[in-house]
């Protein structure tokens, strides 16, 4: 976490976050040393992750409406003049739950975007080993992509970083 981070999730009242139907949320886990009693904590639960679902609009009207009333909860929040601390893993802008709460609020709300650590800078940290260097090209595909387009485009770069990997990973491999 970065020293902004903490600072913020200091100065809230509450601290949200996503996490699956489980409940575990690996951002809270990495925040949990500064989430104090007195906060309010905001459980912004996945309605589906990688299920299908009986949802009118399936698993992206699921998630729609899910995002909505996630930003109307956290709304209430701030209408009521609490601040309100949203936790991320990694960065809240790089496939990050954060941004659909950022798409939601952030014109209506003041909003700081606090930059993190991605989990592709961490684990390169972590190995000691550079993503790349001199003119290498880094490039970042989502491991959902049709496995034709993502072949495609491993073989166009000098280093790959794939994330979304999950229920993927079978097929990445391949």
């Not at 976490?1 to 996490?19: G, L, P, Q």
């Not at 490039?139 to 993502?150: A, R, S």
């Given at each position: 976490?970065?020293?902004?981070?903490?600072?913020?999730?200091?100065?809230?009242?509450?601290?949200?976050?996503?996490?699956a139907r489980h409940g575990r949320s690996i951002a809270r886990s990495i925040a949990a040393a500064h989430i104090r009693p007195d906060h309010v904590e905001e459980a912004l639960v996945y309605p589906v992750t990688t299920e299908t679902t009986d949802?009118?609009?399936g698993y992206r009207g699921a998630l729609?409406?899910?995002?909505?009333?996630a930003a109307a909860r956290l709304a209430a929040h701030l209408d009521a003049g609490r601040t309100v601390a949203?936790?991320?893993?990694?960065?809240?802008?790089?496939?990050?739950?954060?941004?659909?709460?950022?798409?939601?609020?952030?014109?209506?709300?003041?909003?700081?975007?606090?930059p993190g650590v991605t989990s592709v800078s961490a684990a390169a940290a972590r190995l000691g080993t550079p993503l790349v260097e001199g003119e290498e090209v880094?490039?970042?595909?989502?491991?959902?992509?049709?496995?034709?387009?993502?072949?495609a485009r491993l073989a166009a770069t000098d280093s790959a970083v794939v994330m979304k990997l999950g229920r993927t990973f079978p097929a990445v491999r391949r």
């Open positions: 976490m970065t020293v902004r981070a903490v600072e913020v999730i200091a100065e809230a009242d509450v601290v949200a976050y996503h996490s949802h009118p609009g729609e409406e899910f995002y909505a009333e949203v936790l991320a893993e990694g960065d809240p802008l790089f496939y990050g739950s954060y941004m659909h709460m950022h798409k939601r609020l952030a014109d209506r709300y003041p909003t700081e975007v606090v880094l490039t970042i595909l989502p491991g959902t992509l049709p496995e034709e387009e993502l072949t």
